[in-house]
């Protein structure tokens, strides 16, 4: 009888992993080639949870193991007109719930203000922790900007 709870619950777990969705949506015109650089802005920066530094530090890390090199929002004014035209502003957001953590990262035209990337990453909760489901959410977040930004 055990047997049988330890290989339902293998499966059902299975399946509520199966339904959590990571993607990345890509604007149908968009030529990603030409974008060398990305800055990540977050007006709260500098007022965020120390709790919550962690995870901002996972993110940056993530775009960075991407090709796109990180400036700093404070020196956009710096690079040449011609480096800005490769430049992507990058925002996020985390969302938590008993069901599922999902992180999603966007990244936007510098110049035109048009968004043309959108990587999400989702965690489905398995009741460890909510810390546990977040670095989840953010290594299959990292997985899909990677993908969509290859070095």
């Given at each position: 009888m055990n047997k049988i709870i330890?290989?339902?619950?293998?499966?059902?777990?299975?399946?509520?992993l199966s339904c959590t969705t990571s993607k990345s949506v890509v604007s149908q015109?968009?030529?990603?080639?030409?974008?060398?650089?990305a800055s990540i802005i977050d007006n709260d920066t500098y007022h965020i949870?120390?709790?919550?530094?962690?995870?901002?530090?996972?993110?940056?890390?993530?775009v960075e193991e991407s090709c796109l090199k990180l400036v700093n929002d404070m020196r956009i004014q710096e690079?040449?007109?011609?480096?800005q035209s490769k430049l992507l502003i990058v925002k996020y957001g985390v969302d938590v719930s008993d069901e599922e953590s999902v992180v999603t990262v966007n990244f936007i035209d510098y110049q035109t203000g048009r968004p043309l990337v959108s990587?999400?990453?989702?965690?489905?909760?398995?009741?460890f922790s909510v810390p546990a489901d977040i670095r989840g959410a953010i290594k299959r977040v990292a997985k899909q900007i990677a993908e969509t930004f290859p070095k």
């Open positions: 330890i290989t339902f619950c293998f499966f059902a777990s299975m399946l509520m015109n968009a030529d990603l080639s030409k974008y060398e650089y949870p120390p709790q919550l530094m962690e995870y901002e530090i996972q993110l940056f890390d993530a690079l040449s007109p011609a480096q990587c999400r990453g989702a965690f489905t909760s398995l009741g």
